[in-house]
DNA sequence: TTATTAATACCGACTGGTCGGTTTGTTCTC
DNA sequence: GAGAACAAACCGACCAGTCGGTATTAATAA
């Protein structure tokens, strides 16, 4: 199964297409069809590259978990400042979604098609351990050069970083206009960093 | 248009069996038909009680958030000291949520709904906008009693704490068996309310 | 108490249309 | 010319919602 650089060029177009598609109307409210449609292809030209739409789906979710990890991997260089590190994180918060089209929506719907189908589940956990460790570790560092208090359990820590994160990316996706997401986002840090110093 | 007794009860039986199918398999990928056989009750019954399957979805967020709203104030009531309540809520968090059935993945259907369907949205306003007013009275209450420190802005605090709350219930939801989620809570609440004070 | 009326509650077959996926055949590309 | 890439017609399953008609229930009159 070699590939043409046309066929890249249409996967490519699929994958686009079905990732603007499923972040704004969701993965069964969007139907083949539409995303080929938007894409400029064919059903068969579908069905030749993906083996169905769920297929698409875990392909599509794939690439953009890596892409995200490319990307925070990228913020953490040049600074050893480890709480620097979570306050410039909270600072391009909002640009790294930007960055990937259409941001937290997608993530949404990975989320809940993971609550919902095993096989998604499965290819998602991995990267989310992934991403919690590497704040673990970050944390340990912070702790080790005396930025946050010893009695800290960095895994523990991770989580509730975390859940900082997704649960400001979910409001503000929510509610936009709500709030100067960027002031709370900033605030939000800096309330839990100083309860870990 | 009065209600006969029977008439109360295939309703319940209608949102009961719809409470649990979408949060199951979400909104899209359950179909009335389902919903009626769940039930025990003909289609002709459920588009007697309903005029749509939305409709039902909104009657359903309704009564939702409603028995959400008691249920949480009912925690704050014979305690005075705020960081108290606060500990309290993260305390029983998790039984808030299997007090309500099907707890946090229909919070997330609702969620969803809302960013896509604007009649939806608008009806998730204004519960979510009197959550966290009722958050930021209490912060508010805590800065003048002098358990927070002055500079602490009520209402950016307020949307932080939800985010943790949220994040938290993600988490926990995606990941159940992934950490003592009980003990994640209390530390999260406890790093804000340290940061806070 | 019983018969009548009317409104509520319900049934399930049916409809127009959409869906994911298949098939058959054509057109590119190497 | 061989296999990859694509197009378009097609299929059966399923979907939300409709509709003509039937029970059930409650109010009213005899």
């Given at each position: 199964?070699?590939?043409?650089?046309?066929?890249?060029?249409?996967?490519?177009?699929?994958?686009?297409?079905?990732?603007?598609?499923?972040?704004?109307?969701?993965?069964?409210?969007t139907s083949?069809?539409e995303i080929?449609?938007k894409?400029?292809?064919?059903?068969?030209?579908?069905?030749?590259?993906?083996?169905?739409?769920?297929?698409?789906f875990?392909?599509?979710?794939?690439?953009w978990?890596?892409?995200?990890?490319?990307?925070?991997?990228?913020?953490?260089?040049?600074?050893?400042?480890?709480?620097?590190?979570?306050?410039?994180?909270?600072?391009?918060?909002?640009?790294?979604?930007d960055?990937?089209?259409?941001?937290?929506?997608?993530?949404?719907?990975?989320?809940?098609?993971?609550?919902?189908?095993?096989?998604?589940?499965?290819?998602?956990?991995?990267?989310?351990?992934?991403?919690?460790?590497y704040?673990?570790?970050?944390?340990?560092?912070?702790?080790?050069e005396?930025?946050?208090?010893?009695?800290?359990?960095p895994?523990?820590?991770?989580?509730?970083?975390?859940?900082?994160?997704?649960?400001?990316?979910?409001?503000?996706?929510?509610?936009?206009q709500?709030?100067?997401?960027?002031?709370?986002?900033?605030?939000?840090?800096?309330?839990?960093?100083?309860?870990?110093?």
């Amino acid at each position: 199964m070699t590939l043409t650089s046309r066929g890249v060029e249409t996967q490519n177009a699929i994958i686009n297409s079905a990732l603007e598609l499923f972040s704004k109307n969701g993965y069964d409210a969007t139907s083949v069809a539409e995303i080929c449609s938007k894409a400029n292809v064919s059903k068969g030209a579908f069905y030749h590259h993906f083996s169905s739409k769920q297929d698409l789906f875990l392909v599509l979710m794939g690439t953009w978990l890596n892409d995200v990890e490319g990307l925070f991997q990228s913020v953490s260089i040049g600074t050893e400042d480890v709480p620097q590190i979570f306050e410039n994180m909270a600072a391009i918060s909002g640009g790294i979604f930007d960055a990937l089209d259409d941001g937290f929506p997608i993530l949404l719907e990975f989320w809940t098609q993971a609550n919902r189908q095993p096989d998604v589940w499965q290819r998602a956990v991995e990267p989310y351990h992934q991403f919690l460790e590497y704040f673990s570790e970050l944390i340990q560092t912070g702790i080790y050069e005396g930025a946050f208090k010893k009695s800290l359990d960095p895994e523990v820590s991770a989580r509730v970083l975390t859940s900082v994160a997704m649960g400001l990316l979910l409001q503000a996706t929510f509610d936009p206009q709500g709030a100067d997401w960027q002031e709370v986002t900033r605030s939000g840090i800096g309330l839990l960093l100083a309860g870990m110093r």
